[in-house]
Structure formats: C-alpha cells, structure tokens
C-alpha cells in the first residue's frame, strides 16, 4: 500500500480559539490536529462541499 500524503496547514488563530479547540479535542480524546481535521470535514458534509476520503480518486460531483 503506498503511504498516505499528508498536507500541512498552518494558520494564526486568537489565543481563545485555540484555548476552545483544545477544549473541544479533549472531551472527544482528539489531538487537535485531529480536532480541526474533523470540524472541516463537519463544514464540508453541512455545506455539500464533497471531500474525498481517497484524495487520489477524483471527486464525483452531481454533473459528472
């Protein structure tokens, strides 16, 4: 199986965002790396923005 690519993100958040996502992550025993994967995939899904869980394989859309 071939290794799984990994992109990183780095962004600047208020000390109190990341104080609550270090909340959030700790009642769901996430790391926060974790955390935040999980809260964007959240928005995609509610926003019907498609996330594939294989990012090798294209995603399909409505259209085609």
């Not at 109190?16 to 926060?32: G, T």
Request: hydrophobic letters at 40%.
């Amino acid at each position: 199986m071939p290794p799984t690519k990994i992109a990183t993100l780095n962004l600047r958040i208020s000390p109190a965002l990341k104080a609550a996502v270090r909340e959030a992550a700790a009642r769901e025993h996430r790391s926060v790396a974790n955390m935040v994967e999980v809260l964007i995939r959240r928005h995609c899904d509610d926003s019907g923005i498609a996330v594939p869980e294989h990012p090798d394989k294209p995603v399909r859309t409505e259209n085609g």
